[in-house]
């Protein structure tokens, strides 16, 4: 009978390598975000050991509780202006409107954009 003495060994085994697989996948994922977004992240696993109820042996479960800190990428800000009246427009109040001029396309012409 093996003898698990390591943490690798035990992790190895622990619900038949598919820990190991979760923790490598996660730590992946981390490594991604990590280098994609320049931000910090983190694989965080934590092992808890329980006796079976009403045995006097030496059983013991095992849990295992897997969780990562994947850092984001900042959504882009947008800009607003604030009125006079305290609201928000996407247009400068403070700014003067230009005199802007549509081409009628069949006859060539310039017209004044009414405003």
Do not use: W, Y
Request: a negative charge; proline letters at 5%.
């Amino acid at each position: 009978m093996p003898h698990l003495r390591t943490f690798d060994e035990i992790t190895r085994l622990h619900r038949h390598g598919g820990f190991a697989d979760e923790v490598t996948q996660a730590v992946q994922e981390v490594i991604e975000a990590v280098t994609l977004t320049g931000g910090k992240g983190e694989v965080s696993i934590k092992l808890k050991f329980e006796r079976f109820a009403n045995q006097t042996g030496g059983a013991v479960k095992l849990r295992d509780e897997i969780a990562t800190k994947i850092p984001r990428q900042p959504a882009d800000p947008a800009v607003f202006f604030v009125t006079e009246e305290f609201t928000l427009t996407t247009e400068d109040p403070s700014a003067r409107t230009l005199p802007l001029r549509t081409v009628d396309e069949e006859a060539g012409e310039l017209r004044r954009q009414e405003a």
